[in-house]
Structure formats: C-alpha cells, structure tokens
C-alpha cells in the first residue's frame, strides 16, 4: 500500500505568507515564521517514511520551494486558482499514479502530531474519508482512498461552515466519514499564544524550525523576554521592528 502525504504551501516571502499575523510582525518577520512552519511540516512527512511527501503550491512557486526544501520533497503547481480546484488536482493526481492513501495536511500547523496523521490514514482501511477538524471551524487535514472529488464542490472555503458543509457533503454522496482529534492553524495573533504554550511543553524536537524562527524573533526585538530554553511571547507583542 503506497502511502502520499500532500502538504499545502507556497514559498515564504514577504508580503505573501502569513500576513494575518502583519502586525505583530513585519511582513518579512512574517514570512521567516512561516518558512519554519513549512520545514516542520515537511519534516512531519518525513518521520512518517510515507513513499511520497508533496508540497501543493500556488504557479510560480516552485523555483522559491525547490530552493529551499530537500530534494526528495515532490512539488505539484496548481493548475487552475481556488482551494477546491488546488485539492481536486492534488488527490487526483496522486491517486491516478497508485497511490492507495492519499492525506492532505496544511502547513499551518507546525505542532500538529504525527499520530493523527497515521490514525487519518488507517481510518482509511475502512471509511472513504477521513478528516481532522480545526478549531476555526474548517479542517487542517483530509484524507481520501478513491477520488470522491465532489467532496470538495459547493463549499465556503475560508470561512467556519467548511468542516460542517464538508461533513454535509460527505453524507450527500454516500461516503463513511471518519474525524481525528481536533487541531489549530497559526493564522491570527491569537493563535501564536496557543503555539507557544505548545513550544513550551513539548520536547525540543518538535517544530525545531518554528521553535528556532520564534528564538530568533525575540533575540532580535525582545532580548529580555528570552529564557533559557524557553519561547518568548513576541508574536502577541507589539511590533518594534519599523
């Protein structure tokens, strides 16, 4: 059974990734965050030693992506624009080539553990879906084992009716569902209070790019605010960096 972790991602430039956490931090502050949560992401698909990781990116972003990731990561440039056109190439794509698992994650959720992505895989074995609803009322993860792509049609993307107009969906077309535990995405000022207390309860490796991103952040605007070992608050301070 080949497995395939996809992984939703763009190159982290300035002004392009993250930017409703502009303010607190710059646009570039903003930028270097997400770069480390898309290396902890990639590196999740790593430790799971899958048969493929892939990160599905906005057109053009492949150049910037290649640059930065390792080379055994697979890139998939979006054809057409929308979420929902991005999901249905993504899952049929990688399906067609035979791959039996197919579960998508995004790159917003750098704490996310491992093992709900292996409980989203073999919830697989015996239900058409799988999915983990997000604490913003979408979904950080989605899992299929056949392209059921209507799943993604009719649905508010961006907004908090997505996991529910998803489920509604599901049941529309016949499919089992299976749900994961619940986890966050790092979208708003607020979110980065949660992450931290992850940080700073979790072993040093977990999220060791985003844990070494927040380190430099505070080290370079709020030196007072670093402990030993431990993560600032910077990303709910402020921003002083203009």
């Known amino acids: 059974m080949r497995r395939a972790l996809l992984i939703v991602g ?6 392009f990734a993250k930017t409703r956490l502009v303010p607190p931090f710059s646009a570039e502050d903003a930028a270097a965050l997400y770069r480390g949560f898309l290396l902890d992401s990639v590196g999740l698909g790593h430790d799971l030693g899958w048969e493929r990781v892939t990160v599905v990116h906005p057109r053009g972003g492949g150049p910037a992506l ?13 054809r057409d624009e929308g979420l929902s056109n991005a999901l249905s190439q993504a899952f049929a794509t990688h399906l067609a080539e035979g791959f039996g698992r197919v579960v998508l994650i995004g790159s917003d959720n750098p704490t996310l553990p491992s093992g709900f992505v292996e409980q989203a895989c073999t919830a697989l074995d015996t239900h058409d879906v799988s999915i983990g609803p997000s604490a913003d009322g979408g979904y950080y993860l989605i899992g299929l084992r056949e ?12 907004t908090s009716r997505v996991y529910r107009q998803t489920l509604a969906r599901a049941e529309q077309l016949g499919l089992r569902v299976r749900s994961v535990p619940d986890w966050y995405d790092v979208d708003e000022p607020a979110d980065l209070e949660r992450l931290q207390r992850d940080l700073a309860t979790s072993a040093d490796s977990v999220a060791p790019n985003t844990r070494a991103a927040l380190h430099r952040l505070a080290d370079r605007f709020y030196p007072d605010a670093v402990g030993s070992g431990g993560t600032s608050s910077v990303g709910v301070r402020p921003d002083r960096s203009a």
Not at 10 to 15: A, H
Not at 67 to 77: F, H, Q
Request: one cysteine or more; glycine letters at 6%.
């Open 147 to 158: 392209p059921h792509l209507g799943l993604f049609e009719a649905i508010d993307w961006s």
């Open 10 to 15: 763009k190159p982290p430039e300035p002004g």
């Open 66 to 78: 290649a640059a930065l990731l390792p080379p055994w990561v697979c890139l998939l440039e979006q």
